[in-house]
């Protein structure tokens, strides 16, 4: 594994890139797997190997000089060709650890394949430069594997010429989470919850959730909105819902491990996806696994992961189409079946079924290479 974005060695607890892990060990049951993260900007040695909760993990030193760089991934791999021999090199996203994975391929001979975690609006593609390098890689890759449909429908149409296939992020199945009885669920009303990170003010569409939230309640819904998540703009936030007057309305949990979203979940009416944008989306993949329907907007890959029977979709951008959506949920939750939510997200998403696709296209990958 070749991750472009990963938690850094001197990190206590895994922030970034815990799909990469996650995937990772869940592979090893059918083959061996290490990962390497090339861009550590933590460690002190230029160059470490560790085994990191059950995982080979190679770093290499982050080097602002690009030439110098380079030349460390190619004297640093060397040795992680010799030690492990891989016969696959798998990277995440085409533009970083993709574009690196190919020319190590070339190098060394291994295939490679790409998974694309990208969305379309942040790779730039209307630069020459971007679309040369995302070209290169895809094209010099054995299979590029999407998280979505929609992320696979409109790379098709930017690159014709490559092909795409898609392959759902894995999600682990849901089977422990804390015993205390409904502790975040609030009587007396509707609750319902967004898991969505404040790394970015807009990206993940609170500045039209929120004001959604006051319309409901000016409207008399009696509802609590539980909100999981952390980053620099989680005091803007915060703020904006006291300025609404909807403080009493929202709670906000902050960075939470997965065994609490897990529980919080669990203990809810539904979800809500409000983004504006997204290339997949694993807390959608994580509420129907609990057998929760969802409100999701029309932001790409989260809706493309949803159907009928398991959620409502409203338009992106839009404080409006939220509050009808979530009144429609409100209305209609009784309709929803949980069983047949499981199901669906069980087959479609579940990390062990996950790891068999990716074993299919390994496999094929190997065998035509062969030929």
Request: charged letters at 25%.
């Amino acid at each position: 594994m070749i991750p472009t974005w990963y938690t850094n060695y001197n990190e206590k607890v895994m922030t970034a890139g815990i799909f990469h892990y996650e995937q990772s060990i869940a592979l090893q049951k059918y083959c061996n797997v290490a990962l390497y993260y090339p861009n550590d900007n933590s460690i002190d040695k230029s160059f470490i190997k560790n085994d990191e909760k059950g995982l080979i993990t190679y770093r290499s030193r982050f080097r602002k000089n690009k030439l110098l760089r380079y030349y460390f991934y190619y004297k640093h791999f060397k040795i992680i060709y010799q030690d492990f021999k891989p016969d696959i090199l798998h990277a995440h996203v085409a533009s970083s650890a993709g574009k690196l994975a190919v020319l190590l391929g070339k190098l060394y001979k291994i295939p490679v394949i790409i998974t694309e975690h990208n969305p379309i609006e942040l790779m730039g593609l209307q630069k020459k430069k971007n679309y040369k390098l995302n070209k290169f890689a895809y094209k010099n890759s054995k299979a590029n594997i999407c998280v979505s449909k929609d992320s696979m429908y409109r790379l098709k149409e930017y690159f014709p010429d490559s092909k795409f296939e898609v392959i759902y992020n894995g999600v682990i199945n849901p089977n422990s989470i804390e015993k205390e009885n409904k502790i975040y669920y609030k009587d007396g009303y509707v609750n319902f919850c967004i898991v969505a990170a404040f790394y970015s003010k807009n990206i993940k569409g609170y500045q039209y959730l929120l004001p959604a939230i006051k319309k409901l309640i000016d409207d008399d819904f009696k509802i609590i909105l539980h909100i999981c998540g952390g980053g620099e703009y989680l005091s803007y936030y915060k703020n904006l819902a006291s300025e609404l007057g909807i403080a009493n309305y929202c709670i906000f949990y902050g960075s939470c491990s997965r065994k609490k979203v897990y529980t919080i979940i669990s203990q809810m009416d539904f979800s809500v996806s409000a983004s504006i944008f997204e290339c997949s989306g694993v807390s959608v993949q994580e509420a129907m696994l609990l057998g929760k329907p969802l409100v999701v907007t029309k932001s790409g890959g989260a809706n493309s992961l949803v159907n009928k029977t398991t959620a409502i979709i409203v338009d992106r951008n839009s404080t409006e189409a939220l509050v009808k959506g979530i009144k429609k949920m409100i209305s209609i939750l009784g309709q929803f079946n949980e069983n047949k939510i499981k199901e669906y997200a069980y087959n479609n998403f579940e990390i062990d079924n996950v790891s068999k696709q990716y074993m299919k296209v390994y496999k094929r990958v190997m065998r035509n290479s062969h030929e």
